[in-house]
């Protein structure tokens, strides 16, 4: 039996991990050593928790405020020590964060294979989304079987020169996530937002983190929430908030004194799921949002100025709208009030998966172990829609 190490530490780089792990566990091929370096501390577990992994290893390497150097170096010495007793025949990463490249290459320097989840995602700018887009380069340099999303992302990577054949096509695991949880009408642990769900109100849900926009862009992302918040009474925003005390500092004092903004911790994954199908408009800085909110058939704005997930923008379900104050309180007017554009934006579409991307994923480790064959890529013509199936809250 071979031994695969699942290597992560963020809230999203669980949420995406855990489809592949639930499929490793049942898989009689594979041993599978969970890993987390504690990049989040409340925010990976909050996760864990909810889809029932119990780590093997834990770094717990978060501090306040910390530094991407202190990210990376610290998750580095703890791997290397980790390698040193238990060498696992490949180590999996997933996406673009500082935790998912260190893993890459301390499994490198090791000698380890590199599976790499949600690869080939590319903005083509080097410092925006900063560190993510040299991360995910990085370790497209040290893979050895890059799962692509979609067939963009694989076209990324051909044209950066990866061989086709260390490539395949998986669809986002994100959406196995989504689909496992979406229908559960869980309860809303804040009554604020149970109260909101019962009284049918119209919502307009915001998330916000991104490094590039802390700062003056994300003061200018509170004082627009602010002017709609005065604007529309009878509009309620909705800020499960990031646990970064920077983010916190930048956006909160713009907007709690009012009584239609509902500001939250950050909310379980089935919560926030809930919370999305309940929305009428999204605004985000989010990658996985930008993945799911289209699935419910959800109009996302996007405060970045270019998203290395172009393909709901050509949907038409994801328009980009930078950070610029006055765009984003025309952008979010224009959707609350002009009901042929919202429609134009509202309808579900899947360009980022189907809910098999575990299974595919599984199949394509199985087949570089040659234990078994890979599935047919990822299509997204042929794929069920989170939205028909009862997903409304
Ligand atoms: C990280 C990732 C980013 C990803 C995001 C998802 C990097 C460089 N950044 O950014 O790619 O999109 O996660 O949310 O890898 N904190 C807590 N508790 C938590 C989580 C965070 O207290 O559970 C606080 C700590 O003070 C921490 C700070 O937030 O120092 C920032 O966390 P960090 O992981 O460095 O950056 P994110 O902006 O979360
Ligand atoms: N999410 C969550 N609770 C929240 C906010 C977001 O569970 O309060 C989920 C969301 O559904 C998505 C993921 O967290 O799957 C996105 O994480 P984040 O925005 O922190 O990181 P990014 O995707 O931008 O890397």
Redesign the pocket.
């Known amino acids: 039996m071979r031994t695969l190490m699942p290597i992560y530490g963020?809230?999203?780089?669980a949420?995406?991990m855990a489809p592949i792990v639930a499929a490793l566990q049942e898989s009689p091929d594979f041993e599978c050593v969970v890993t987390v370096t504690g990049q989040h501390r409340h925010?990976l577990d909050?996760?864990n928790e909810l889809f029932e992994i119990v780590p093997d290893h834990d770094l717990n390497i978060i501090q306040p405020r910390q530094s991407l150097t202190g990210i990376m170096t610290r998750t580095l010495e703890g791997l290397d020590k980790l390698f040193s007793e238990h060498k696992p025949d490949a180590v999996i990463v997933q996406?673009?964060?500082t935790t998912s490249t260190a893993g890459a290459i301390a499994a490198f320097y090791h000698g380890i294979p590199v599976i790499h989840v949600e690869a080939g995602l590319r903005s083509g700018n080097l410092y925006s989304?900063f560190p993510?887009e040299a991360n995910r380069k990085i370790t497209s340099q040290i893979t050895a079987l890059h799962l692509a999303p979609t067939s963009e992302s694989k076209s990324n990577l051909l044209a950066e020169g990866i061989p086709e054949k260390d490539i395949v096509v998986t669809g986002n695991t994100?959406i196995d996530?989504?689909f496992t949880t979406v229908g559960k009408q869980v309860p809303f642990s804040d009554p604020a937002l149970q109260e909101l769900a019962d009284a049918g109100r119209r919502i307009l849900l915001v998330?916000t983190?991104?490094r590039e926009n802390q700062g003056e862009a994300m003061r200018g992302v509170g004082r627009a929430l602010a002017r709609i918040a005065e604007a529309e009474p009878d509009l309620t925003i909705v800020l499960?908030?990031?646990k970064n005390p920077v983010v916190r500092e930048a956006v909160l004092p713009f907007i709690e004194k009012f009584p239609n903004v509902v500001v939250?911790?950050?909310?379980?994954?089935?919560?926030?799921?809930r919370?999305?199908a309940l929305a009428d408009v999204v605004l985000?800085?989010?990658?996985?949002?930008?993945?799911?909110a289209p699935s419910l058939g959800k109009p996302v704005l996007v405060m970045r100025e270019n998203t290395e997930r172009p393909e709901a923008v050509h949907a038409g379900t994801v328009l980009l709208i930078g950070t610029d104050e006055d765009r984003i309180v025309s952008e979010v007017n224009a959707l609350l009030h002009n009901q042929e554009h919202y429609d134009s934006m509202a309808h579900a579409v899947n360009p980022y998966g189907d809910g098999q991307a575990a299974a595919r994923t599984l199949a394509a480790i199985q087949a570089l172990f040659g234990t078994g064959e890979r599935l047919p890529d990822f299509d997204p013509t042929a794929t069920p829609l989170a939205a028909e199936a009862g997903t409304n809250g």
């Open positions: 963020t809230r999203p780089e949420i995406k925010m909050q996760v996406g673009d964060t989304p993510e994100v996530a989504l998330t983190h991104r499960p908030a990031h939250t911790e950050p909310l379980a994954y089935g919560e926030f799921t919370m999305l985000t800085d989010s990658g996985g949002v930008q993945e799911e």
